[in-house]
């Protein structure tokens, strides 16, 4: 049975560029959330998506945007890429917005 | 909104001896509590979680958390521990009946001695 799965696994950019992470949802599961970890901190969550719709947003800005496709998988963009982005990228799944979080492994996303 | 605070940033341990984390959560709905453990390089693993019921919950590697609603509570616990519970710990809170989204605290740093 295939947990989360996230990719790439390390990423760097160079600040004003763009960056879109991609994941794969545990098998039956049909809802992603995206969590931001900076070194030393907890996860701040930036969004949640079930079909194929945001439902729900965390306190980041449009710069941050997302996408969930028809097998249930996701996408994170971010544009116009600041040092401050730089940071492991969580995602997480699980069954119809109604049931704990299964992580991924995250990507790690280094911007200078 | 809800917010979670871990009163411990960093808890050095012998390993078999016993170990308390310890965390507070603020809301004003009831709640459900969560314990995540993560290791390096790696993503979250839920160790346990209180939704309803027992106050006293009991996760995976032998973790066990109390569920304390007056004193707003949910510290983490274990009788013995081993070199290889060494790694961060967060607690979350979310709202009960919501979404399951939960807000996470900053994490304490477990470090078993031998």
């Not at chain 1, 879109?20 to 030393?40: E, N």
């Amino acid at each position: 049975d295939a947990g989360v799965t996230q990719s790439p696994t390390h990423l760097i950019k160079t600040r004003g560029q763009q960056v879109t992470l991609r994941c794969s949802p545990k098998s039956g599961h049909d809802t992603v959330s995206w969590y931001q970890q900076a070194l030393g901190q907890g996860p701040q969550f930036i969004f949640q998506y079930y079909e194929e719709e945001e439902r729900q947003r965390g306190n980041f800005p449009d710069r941050f945007s997302g996408h969930q496709f028809p097998n249930y998988s996701s996408e994170l963009n971010v544009n116009a890429l600041l040092l401050g982005d730089s940071a492991l990228y969580l995602c997480a799944s699980s069954f119809q917005m109604n049931s704990p979080l299964h992580f991924g492994n995250g990507t790690r996303l280094t911007v200078t | 909104a809800q917010s979670v605070t871990q009163l411990d940033s960093q808890v050095p341990v012998f390993e078999e001896a016993p170990v308390e984390l310890r965390c507070n959560y603020s809301s004003s709905v009831s709640v459900y509590l969560f314990w995540y453990v993560q290791y390096p390089n790696q993503g979250l693993q839920l160790l346990l979680k209180y939704l309803s019921g027992s106050t006293l919950v009991k996760g995976i590697n032998g973790f066990e958390a109390e569920f304390n609603k007056s004193q707003t509570s949910f510290h983490l616990r274990k009788p013995s521990v081993h070199i290889s519970d060494t790694a961060e710990y967060f607690c979350a809170v979310s709202s009960s009946g919501g979404s399951y989204i939960p807000t996470f605290g900053r994490g304490t740093s477990l470090i078993v001695h031998p």
